[in-house]
């Protein structure tokens, strides 16, 4: 079964800075997707930023941007110029191709310092 | 397009009492999925559904917990009788697509319920 790792519970960004958070996952298969979803104290979950396995580019979306790195398994999110309102929980997550489920890592929570 | 709906958005019930969750996935979308959040096992996958038909519903913590998708714009959750451990946020999300190009995936704002 496919695993999400996110190995930091908490991290903390001055506003303005730039942060990144880690996930790794584990996989036998050659074709994913994997993606980051950001869920505020509103609980809502709302998605960051999705990356496609077979894309060597890694995904952008504003000032949010991915490292993946698949032989290695990773794939980490980075924000930059934090703002206040990206405070919130983060989640990584995988996908199988196929119409199968997401898995979720347990989140990181991101604090922004003003 | 108003999204994936939830109702209720809170519930608070007596242990022992039914509960039924609800959800409206999202217009044209065929897969569904029931999530539940807590602090100590964060997000899991309890149920899901492709076409109105259960897929794998390995996640279901127990005979207590039972879901339907009766057509395609409605699904229901039930929990009876409840327990305070069943105390969780419970999202319901669908998306669009079936084979290896399936598109993202959307949550409603999820159902806070607590049991007593």
């Known amino acids: 079964a496919q695993t999400v790792t996110q190995s930091q519970p908490e991290m903390s960004v001055q506003e303005a800075e730039t942060v990144t958070l880690s996930c790794t996952y584990d996989?036998?298969?050659?074709?994913?997707?994997l993606f980051w979803y950001k869920q505020p104290p509103s609980r809502q979950m709302i998605l960051v930023i999705r990356?496609?396995?077979?894309?060597?580019q890694n995904a952008t979306e504003n000032r949010f941007s991915v490292n993946f790195q698949k032989a290695a398994k990773s794939f980490s999110l980075k924000i930059s110029d934090s703002q206040l309102g990206d405070a919130a929980m983060y989640f990584c997550?995988?996908?199988?191709?196929?119409?199968?489920?997401?898995?979720f890592g347990k989140g990181t929570r991101l604090s922004v310092i003003a | 397009d108003a999204g994936v709906i939830q109702s209720p958005r809170h519930e608070v019930t007596e242990m022992g009492q039914e509960v039924t969750l609800r959800c409206k996935p999202i217009?044209?979308?065929?897969?569904l999925f029931w999530y539940r959040q807590t602090m100590m096992r964060g997000l899991e996958l309890l149920i899901y559904?492709?076409?109105?038909?259960?897929i794998d519903d390995s996640g279901m913590p127990e005979d207590r917990f039972s879901a339907k998708m009766p057509n395609a714009s409605f699904s229901t959750l039930k929990i009876q009788p409840s327990e305070p451990r069943d105390s969780a946020v419970y999202f319901c999300?669908?998306?669009w697509g079936l084979g290896g190009r399936s598109k993202t995936q959307y949550f409603g704002p999820g159902t806070r319920l607590l049991v007593l």
């Open positions: 999300a669908s998306r």
């Open positions: 996989t036998s298969e050659s074709d994913y997707y």
């Open positions: 990356q496609e396995a077979y894309k060597q």
């Open positions: 997550a995988y996908r199988n191709s196929g119409n199968t489920p997401l898995v």
């Open positions: 217009s044209g979308h065929n897969s």
């Open positions: 559904f492709n076409n109105n038909v259960p």
